[in-house]
Every structure is written in C-alpha cells, then in structure tokens.
C-alpha cells in the first residue's frame, strides 16, 4: 500500500501531493531501487510552503514506491484531502488518465509540472468530466498552492487554468503567462526533507549517504529537444547565493550525516568564477564533502588547469549533455557544442579523477540511419576513451510540448496524439522497466521504431559488457 510521507494523519489533510508513477505497477516490478531515484523536489518545496502557513500536507512518491493505480487511488480516497497536486510530465499522461479515474469525482485536483504548464487549456479539458473540479497551473507552484490553500479565488492568481460552468477553461488574462514562486531564491523556505521517501539516500557509485539539492533554477539555452529550455519553460535563470547553498549543506552534514551532494541542477557549473567562489566559500568553511554536478562541455572547456585541480579533489561526477555524436545533428538541434569540446573537457576532468556521465539522444527529427549509426560508435568510443570513469545514458527522441522541435513538428503535419504516444513500459522478458526506457510509438528521423530500439537495446547491453569487463579486471590478482 502507498505511504504517505510528513502528513499529519491526526489531523484532516490539506493537501496530497503525488509524484506520478511512470507506469502502473499494478503487476511490474521495477529494475533498480527507490534509492536510485531522483527525489520530486519540485513537489517537496511545494510541500513546505504550504506546510510554513499552516496546511496539513503530505506526499506519496508513487513511482520510487511502485505501487499500482488502484493503490494510490485508494490512499488518496482514503485519505480525502481537500485538494489533490499531481505533478504531471508528458510520458506520464496515460499513467495519469488512470489515476484520475480512479479518484473519487469529489476531491479537486490540481495539475503542475512540465506538461500542464506547455499545454493547460488541453490538461483542464482532459480531466474535467464527472464533476471534477481540475485547476492547471503554469509554471512554479509553490506560492499559487499555497495561495489555493488559503482561498485565494482562481480568478485573482497568476498563471491558474480551470473550467467554469459553461465548460470554457478560464484564467486571469492580467497576470503572468507563467507562475514564478520567487524571483529571490535565497527567500525560498529551505526544503523539509520529511516530504522525501528517498532522501538522503546512499549512493550506489559512491557507497555515501547523498542528498540531492538546487541551487538555481531555469536554465539561460535553447536546446531544441528541452522542455527546460529559456524559451520553453519562459522563466528566468535564478540563482542561490553560493552563501545560502553552502548553509543547507552544512545543515545536512551534521543533521543528517550527509557525505555527498548532487546538485541537480539544469545547469550549476556556469562559469569558472562562479565555480571557483563555491570552492572558495567551502574551503573557509573547513568542509570536506564530495559532488555529483552538471554542466556543459562548452562551458568546462574553458576551465583553467588550476580550476580543474581543485574540482578533482571534489567532484566525483558531471552530467552533461552531448545530445548526439554527429556534429551536423547537434548543431541543428541548437546544442551548440564541438567535438574539440567534448574531448578537451573528458581529458582533461578524467586524469583529476573525475567521472562523467554523458546523456545522448538517439531519432532526433534531422538524423538519416547512417547518422544514428555513428551516434552510437561516437558514445561508444567516448566510453572507451577513459576505462571506467565515463558512462553514457541513451534514450529514444520524444517531441515535448513547448519546446522548438514540437512546435516544428505540429507544422510538418504531425499531431499532438501522434506525438504524445509514448509508453513508460520496457521491451524486456524479465518484465521488469530500466532506466530511460520511455518509449515513443513513432519515429520521427531516418531510422525506423524497431531500428532505434535495437540501436538502444544494443547500446546498454555492450556498455553494460563493458563495466562488468572492467570489474573483472579491478578484482585481479595485481
């Protein structure tokens, strides 16, 4: 049975908040642990500040505890809160038809996240049948939550979608297109880690406890494929005082006995004097902690020897976004990277003894088959190239609402059906759901559906070879 995590079962809730699952686990298992996860930090902070005015909230992470439809369905009737939040991102939509389904007509719902805030008239017509009292939210939720809870009317709250009685989905035309919580992130009530089933939580490369952390939020490109993009979420990048961060860290260092810190950031290593003022301001502090970080090839490249020094002696990981192997894809998918940057950056991090994890697309729209085929050998070499210290993750093109490619895509005559056919299951006889294993129906590059899958499948299977490879030989005689 689902658990809900901080909510005070003595007193009538408030507000449950739900972390959609990406498929029923009604009789699935999934291939990793809750551990994991990311935890829904999104919906956490949401969480506090509803809780700092004095609302009962509680949280269900439905996907880190697998738990099926019906069950989450169940709890949340159970339970009866005056509202429920469901965040809700665009693989998750067929999941999520289900949950609402299933919850008792009654309870309102409330619907934020990536896919509500590109397409909220479209969300509050799905949702709004039997009675059902469905407000979509634009953007940030804390404070437009927040203000629900207190009673504010819909029709004085920014970026707020709902239907009235002559079934005509409403919002305040006067306001913002889109929600922002706090233009000042240091402002930001410091998140109540009780709302997370699955954080702190101990690292499965590192063997230490880590606590996952932001420290801005937005990001200032304009990736094609992004839903995070500058242009797509129509946000500004914000920034946390390096001060503030390293407050909360130290918060959790000794409450908790944290002994890492993944900054999951769209984008934390900006540039070099603002790295370099965070190490600085750890090294006053005394702090010997380690890191897991994003950030570009672009933007490393530029690194100096000194920088690249200190950051080995604190970062045991960077995710970055190589986005495909092929320059003249990523160059139409407005990445903005050059192989020279790719390879200055993994050789000069590697050698200070940091890991890399690189994050690849295969299908995007330009790519012919022979590119997807060079795609693959280019990831493939690239973890070759340091043994052991960089992995890739690949996963299959999915156009997403709000972003340039959906937008490209509607005009070449696909539809929004067409291109929110997507599925949370696995091609796998165990039965059991991997990793990035969100699968779309269509293809819309060169290669076709089975070809693409093949070429992912293929790819996990050799690098998978390839760690076990390099376990053996770390267990040798020598």
């Given amino acids: 049975m689902a ?8 007193h009538p809730a408030d507000l449950l908040l739900v972390n959609t699952p990406l498929i029923d686990y009604v009789d699935r298992l999934r291939a990793y642990s809750a551990e994991d996860l990311l935890p829904p930090l999104g919906l956490g902070y949401i969480a506090t500040e509803a809780a700092t005015r004095g609302h009962n ?14 069950e989450l369905a169940d709890v949340i009737n159970k339970t009866r809160p005056r509202y429920v939040g469901i965040n809700a991102l665009t693989p998750t939509v067929t999941v999520l ?10 309870i309102p719902i409330i619907l934020g996240g990536a896919h509500p805030t590109a397409l909220p008239i479209d969300m509050v017509h799905r949702y709004s049948y039997d009675g059902r009292q469905i407000i979509g939210i634009r953007g940030e939720g804390e404070t437009v939550v927040g203000d629900i809870l207190d009673g504010s009317k819909l029709s004085r709250l920014p970026a707020t979608y709902w239907m009235d009685d002559k079934d005509v989905v409403r919002h305040n035309p006067f306001g913002p297109e889109r929600a922002t919580a706090y233009a000042d992130l240091d402002s930001v009530p410091r998140l109540d880690r009780k709302y997370l089933i699955n954080d702190p939580a101990i690292d499965a490369h590192t063997g230490l406890k880590e606590a996952r952390m932001l420290a801005t939020r937005g990001c200032p490109f304009t990736c094609k494929f992004c839903s995070g993009a500058r242009d797509a979420l129509g946000l500004p990048l914000r920034k946390r005082d390096n001060g503030d961060v390293i407050e909360e860290i130290n918060d959790l260092v000794m409450g908790e006995g944290v002994q890492s810190i993944r900054l999951i950031d769209d984008l934390f290593m900006r540039s070099e004097p603002q790295v370099a003022d965070f190490l600085d301001v750890l090294d006053e502090q005394g702090m010997d902690i380690q890191f897991d970080v994003t950030s570009r090839v672009n933007i490393m490249n530029k690194f100096s020897e000194q920088l690249w020094a200190r950051l080995g002696q604190r970062i045991h990981e960077v995710s970055v976004g190589i986005e495909h192997g092929v320059k003249r894809v990523r160059d139409t998918a407005e990445k903005g990277i050059l192989d020279e940057h790719i390879y200055n950056t993994l050789d000069r991090g590697c050698p200070k003894g940091i890991r890399f994890k690189l994050y690849g697309i295969l299908g995007l729209p330009e790519a012919t088959t022979e590119e997807e085929y060079q795609n693959v050998r280019f990831f493939q070499d690239l973890v070759k190239r340091h043994p052991g210290q960089i992995r890739a993750s690949l996963f299959r093109f999915r156009p997403y609402p709000g972003t340039k490619y959906w937008d490209e895509l509607l005009a070449q005559g696909w539809t929004k059906e067409e291109m929110l056919e997507m599925s949370g299951d696995e091609t796998r006889v165990d039965d059991k759901r991997a990793r990035h294993s969100v699968l779309t129906a269509r293809s819309f590059g060169g290669p076709s559906v089975n070809e693409l899958t093949n070429m992912l499948l293929g790819f996990n299977e050799w690098q998978t070879q390839q760690l076990a490879d390099r376990s053996e030989l770390a267990a040798g005689p020598w």
């Fill in 3 to 10: 658990t809900i995590e901080g909510l005070q079962s003595e």
């Fill in 57 to 70: 909230v509680g949280l269900i992470d439905a996907e880190a505890q697998g738990v099926s439809v019906q």
């Fill in 97 to 106: 038809d289900s949950i609402v389904k299933h919850i008792d007509p009654d």
